[in-house]
Nanobody
Framework: VQLQASGGGLVQAGGSLRLSCAAS????????VGWFRQAPGKEREFVAA????????SYSESVKGRFTISRDNLQNTVTLQMNSLKPEDTAVYYC???????????????????WGQGTLVTVSS
């Protein structure tokens, strides 16, 4: 599975961005798709994830209430709607996917087999 993340850019604090993760080669059916981010000098951290089949979701506490993850069946994409962005949201955002990820493990990057190339989100103050 090849993943393509897109939608990053430069936005002012308080603004919004919409990231998309598309898969080539197969559909996301039966997969869990997650978003992770990595800021300069920091470790990669979990942002949000969705299980395709039942739409179960998980969010990190730092983005809960501001970010929304969703799926698009027709486009075979997973979208991360990011609102009320803060400078501390600045990072490279990666989408990842794998089968058989249990809910309690959605926030674990090692649970994901496939990774996209990342898209840069910069939030200015």
């Amino acid at each position: 599975v090849q993943l393509q993340a897109s939608g990053g850019g430069l936005v002012q604090a308080g603004g919004s961005l919409r990231l998309s993760c598309a898969a080539s080669g197969r559909t996301f059916r039966s997969y869990t798709v997650g978003w992770f981010r990595q800021a300069p000098g920091k470790e990669r951290e979990f942002v949000a994830a969705i299980r395709w089949n039942d739409r179960a979701t998980s969010y990190s506490e730092s983005v809960k209430g501001r970010f929304t993850i969703s799926r698009d069946n027709l486009q075979n994409t997973v979208t991360l709607q990011m609102n009320s962005l803060k400078p501390e949201d600045t990072a490279v955002y990666y989408c990842a996917a794998s089968q058989g990820v249990i809910i309690s493990n959605m926030n674990n990057p090692t649970a994901y087999r496939y990774w996209g190339q990342g898209t840069l989100v910069t939030v200015s103050s």
